[in-house]
């Protein structure tokens, strides 16, 4: 999904031709301006080809992973495309050792424990997760940074343990890859300056360190936003 911003001057004059022609005049762009996120949800789920968002609440992260987390508070709702999921500061290994790490996680220890001796974590919460940005491959690092403050603004690269839940949740549930046989580069740098990546390899969510900060078509950029903190929910949400 490209920028609002980026559109060229005649491809909004067209735009606001074709709104006009459909009866869309003024007074009601201005009726539309003043309505509610509710109305303009509503708006954007009737057009065709509308891609609705998902929502792994902290009950569904409880059934997905085994792990008991009390579900008795507010959940957010997605917006087009995206992924709402509720983490609560496990780790890339916590994930690989749950329910649905077992089944859906890549378990061969010469590959996967690389990872264990590293605590990534993040705040617990809700996180609003892109998987993957879209329009960010072929950037090197600092460009595909930039344009996701520019695109998306709110959003950062995504903490490795963040959109490990997102993948890994999606995957089990749906048995689909997300991504698309593609791999997303996180926010966490090794010391080599590789980057934490993601993807889906044979049937299990993979996590590696093996590619850089250069420019690929198949490697994206994962990001995320922490949209309702842990310390905001009712304490029995809190694991």
Same mark, same amino acid.
């Given at each position: $999904?490209?920028? *609002?911003?980026?559109? @060229?001057?005649?491809? *909004?004059?067209?735009?606001?031709?074709?709104?006009?022609?459909?009866?869309?005049?003024?007074?009601?762009?201005?009726? $539309?301006?003043?309505?509610?996120?509710?109305? $303009?949800?509503?708006?954007?789920?009737?057009?065709? &080809?509308?891609?609705? /968002?998902?929502?792994? &609440?902290?009950?569904? $992260?409880?059934?997905?992973?085994?792990?008991?987390?009390?579900?008795?508070?507010?959940?957010?709702?997605?917006?087009?495309?995206?992924?709402?999921?509720?983490?609560? &500061?496990?780790?890339?290994? +916590?994930?690989?050792?749950?329910?649905? /790490?077992?089944?859906?996680?890549?378990?061969?220890?010469?590959?996967?424990?690389?990872?264990?001796?590293?605590?990534?974590?993040? +705040?617990? &919460?809700?996180?609003?997760?892109?998987?993957?940005?879209?329009?960010?491959?072929?950037?090197?690092? =600092?460009?595909?940074?930039?344009?996701?403050?520019?695109?998306?603004?709110?959003?950062?690269? @995504?903490?490795?343990?963040?959109?490990?839940?997102?993948?890994?949740?999606?995957? @089990?549930?749906?048995?689909? +890859?997300?991504?698309?046989?593609?791999?997303?580069?996180?926010?966490?740098?090794?010391?080599? =300056?590789?980057?934490?990546?993601?993807?889906?390899?044979?049937?299990?969510?993979?996590? %590696? %360190?093996?590619?850089?900060? =250069?420019?690929?078509?198949?490697?994206?950029?994962?990001?995320?936003?922490?949209?309702?903190? @842990? *310390? !905001?929910?009712? !304490?029995?949400?809190? %694991?």
């Amino acid at each position: $999904m490209k920028s *609002l911003r980026n559109i @060229a001057e005649r491809q *909004l004059d067209l735009g606001i031709r074709k709104l006009w022609r459909a009866g869309i005049d003024i007074e009601l762009w201005n009726h $539309m301006l003043s309505a509610d996120d509710v109305a $303009m949800e509503r708006l954007r789920a009737a057009w065709p &080809g509308f891609i609705p /968002g998902i929502v792994y &609440g902290a009950e569904a $992260m409880s059934r997905i992973l085994g792990i008991p987390i009390k579900a008795n508070g507010p959940v957010p709702r997605a917006r087009y495309r995206s992924i709402i999921v509720y983490y609560d &500061g496990w780790t890339l290994k +916590d994930l690989r050792c749950s329910k649905a /790490g077992l089944e859906k996680m890549w378990q061969e220890h010469n590959h996967q424990g690389w990872y264990d001796t590293f605590a990534w974590k993040a +705040d617990p &919460g809700y996180y609003e997760v892109l998987l993957p940005v879209p329009y960010s491959n072929n950037r090197p690092t =600092g460009e595909e940074v930039e344009y996701l403050h520019h695109t998306y603004p709110g959003f950062e690269p @995504a903490p490795a343990p963040v959109a490990g839940t997102a993948l890994l949740a999606e995957y @089990a549930e749906t048995g689909k +890859d997300p991504l698309s046989g593609n791999i997303i580069r996180c926010v966490e740098q090794l010391e080599s =300056g590789f980057r934490v990546e993601l993807h889906v390899d044979k049937g299990s969510v993979r996590v %590696g %360190g093996y590619w850089d900060g =250069g420019r690929y078509c198949n490697v994206f950029l994962a990001a995320s936003r922490l949209i309702l903190p @842990a *310390l !905001s929910l009712p !304490s029995e949400v809190q %694991g």
